[in-house]
């Protein structure tokens, strides 16, 4: 049990483009996801908290306007990075938190974007 | 911030022998701790965690330590085999940050047959 599913895997797209990136909690309900982003060889940063039903909670740094994400529902999370430049490239990472507990985490496989 | 950093950025072990793996942290107000594996191109895979009230966790070849006097974090894993190259977190949260958590830089463990 506890699986996150990411789609797209992979995503090519050119500057200025927006791409949105879906964050699903496969057997379990989330009522908290959170969008992490990970240059190569590096650690995983977190971007912000996305909590159902409310607006996300972002890191300081995250521009919320560049990043847009919603959590519609206990299963459900989306990122959308607007006007997406070469900066943007990256691996994006989701993770949930089943409701009711407080502090595990189980981690999606990630989107790998790249902007051309 | 306060940060959570690793000792050592690579590890090369020798098939079949032990692994250490060393964390350090700074949050004193820490209170959960977390190691995940991650391999090229995936996602963080939970290994082993521990909280605040324990010293010492065992799991399927994998034994984490905690000494929160030091503020130290340690991941062992015995027997290592190629399959455990991947480059290793630890992570720590605490209920001030809504369990919310920090990454340290991560180490690159190499299995060499």
């Known amino acids: 049990g506890a699986v996150v599913s990411q789609h797209p895997s992979r995503v090519i797209c050119k500057s200025g483009t927006s791409v949105k990136i879906e964050c699903r909690s496969l057997?379990?309900?989330?009522?908290?996801m959170f969008w992490y982003r990970q240059f190569p060889k590096q650690s995983l940063m977190l971007m912000a908290t996305s909590n159902e039903g409310s607006k996300a909670t972002y890191e300081q740094g995250v521009e919320k306007d560049k990043f847009l994400i919603n959590h519609a529902s206990l299963t459900l999370s989306t990122l959308t990075v607007t006007s997406a430049h070469p900066e943007d490239s990256s691996f994006y990472i989701c993770?949930?938190?089943?409701?009711?507990?407080?502090?595990?985490?189980?981690f999606g496989p990630g989107t790998r974007l790249t902007v051309l | 911030g306060e940060s959570v950093g690793l000792h050592l950025p690579t590890l090369s072990v020798q098939e079949g022998d032990n692994s250490i793996i060393n964390c350090a942290y700074s949050?004193?107000?820490?209170?959960?701790f977390i190691w995940y594996k991650q391999e090229s191109g995936k996602g963080p895979q939970f290994i082993i965690d521990i909280r605040s009230n324990m010293d010492k966790r065992q799991g399927q070849r994998v034994t984490v330590l905690l000494n929160k006097t030091v503020k130290h974090l340690s991941l062992q894993i015995a027997a290592t085999q190629p399959g455990d190259s991947a480059v290793y977190f630890c992570?720590?949260?605490?209920?001030?940050?809504?369990?919310?958590?920090?990454f340290g830089k991560g180490t690159s463990l190499l299995v060499t047959p």
């Open positions: 993770s949930a938190r089943r409701a009711g507990v407080t502090d595990t985490q189980y």
């Open positions: 949050n004193s107000a820490s209170d959960y």
């Open positions: 057997d379990f309900q989330a009522t908290t």
């Open positions: 992570a720590e949260s605490n209920s001030n940050s809504g369990y919310a958590l920090n």
